[in-house]
């Protein structure tokens, strides 16, 4: 990395650190800046191909009942944009309207134009509804935005991609050395936002993982921000006020259970039980489904 044009082997983090990557003068670009999420932190900001600053994770996802009409000023992901466009197009082939898919209860307005405008990226579930009334295949949606993704980062080296996820993750590591004890009141909620975050780290890493072939740094940056995800979840399933979905991922794995396995067990869908992994709400039946697996494993799985 460089910083003023020299290069450096690391460099302490603080508001408005200005880096490039690769190059001195032409390398990727990356700023850091002050973040609140109701904790203040830092965040890497990098520059997307149109040239304006774009966080270094993946979108957020949204909520069935965020109203979007009234936030008109999000950030416009690139590939987002190019699978929302794909969906309005076969909305337009189909005489689908937004208004009559959110009647059907196939998803929110608010998600639909969200998406169509490349500013969010709907729940898990959701997305298989938004599938189904399309006419295309499960996982079509996820395809389409990872080649997306992928078209987009071409110009970019591997190389950059793993320091721009490196410093992500000491960033996100600091804030989890400034956790507070797990007995603390605030300690789930702080813990959830966080674990959030990694999880969308994981999900943007893994596609440049997958579209990068003969890539190690890539695959060892992969490899960082998933233990430091597991190391995370196992940690928050423990605290008292714990989280279904972090309670689930902690048994099934001192089971050897994949998430398959855990979904089949529950009889419930493995979307719906990764969702709630990544601290998305459920509906009451797979959640009811989740606890009443929960109870069962109990008795049998590894504690802290």
């Known amino acids: 990395m460089y910083v003023n044009e020299r290069k450096r082997s690391s460099v302490p983090i603080a508001d408005g650190l200005a880096l490039r990557l690769g190059h001195p003068t032409e390398g990727l670009p990356v700023v850091f800046e002050l973040a609140r999420d109701g904790h203040t932190h830092l965040a ?24 979007l009409d009234e936030d008109p000023s999000g950030d416009i992901d690139p590939a987002l944009a190019h699978v929302g466009a794909a969906v309005a197009a076969r909305r337009a082939e189909l ?14 307005g608010a998600t639909l134009i969200a998406l169509e405008k490349g500013r969010r990226w709907p729940r898990n579930a959701t997305l298989g509804k938004l599938e189904g009334a399309l006419g295309w295949q499960p996982g079509t949606l996820n395809q389409l935005r990872e080649e997306a993704a992928a078209a987009s980062t071409d110009a970019v080296p591997a190389s950059a991609l793993a320091d721009v996820i490196d410093l992500a993750l000491v960033a996100l590591s600091a804030r989890i050395t ?39 740094a890539l695959a060892v940056a992969l490899g960082a921000v ?14 008292p006020n714990a989280t279904v979905g972090q309670r689930l991922y902690a048994a099934r794995r001192a089971l050897g ?9 529950a009889g419930i869908d493995t979307t719906e039980l990764l969702s709630a992994e990544a601290g998305e709400r459920l509906e009451a039946r797979p959640t009811a489904a989740l606890e009443a697996l929960l109870d069962q494993l109990a008795p049998v799985a590894p504690t802290a």
């Open 44 to 67: 890497p900001v990098i520059a997307s191909p149109s040239g304006a600053a774009a966080p270094a994770h993946a979108a957020p996802a949204l909520d069935d009942d965020e109203d």
């Open 95 to 108: 005489d689908l309207t937004q208004r009559g898919l959110a009647r059907d209860g196939i998803v929110a």
């Open 178 to 216: 400034d956790l507070p004890e797990r007995t603390e009141p605030n300690f789930t909620s702080r813990a959830t936002a966080i674990l959030a975050e990694l999880h969308k780290l994981e999900i943007a890493t893994a596609t440049a993982a997958r579209n990068a072939r003969g890539s190690a």
């Open 226 to 239: 998933r233990a430091r995800y597991n190391d995370l979840m196992l940690h928050a399933a423990h605290a």
């Open 257 to 265: 259970l994949s998430a398959d396995e855990a979904a089949n067990a």
